[in-house]
């Protein structure tokens, strides 16, 4: 079991953190990952997988002025 923004999301061996995006629907083009506090680069969605008990921090990044 791994945490996504605080609910728990069933895990399995492999899960990437494109997958979990796509599992959530999350589709806004500004998106910041982290896994465990570490920041995920967004070229590395793909191939960046989430292990068991990960903690996983998804937000919307919007900007003003």
Not at 12 to 31: S, W, Y
Request: proline residues 6%.
């Amino acid at each position: 079991m791994i945490r996504v923004n605080g609910e728990e999301m069933e895990w399995r061996p492999g899960l990437t953190v494109k997958d979990i995006l796509e599992a959530k629907r999350f589709v806004f083009p500004m998106i910041g990952v982290w896994i465990n506090d570490k920041p995920i680069p967004r070229d590395k969605f793909e191939t960046s997988t989430v292990n068991d008990g990960d903690e996983v921090q998804v937000i919307h990044m919007i900007s003003g002025g």
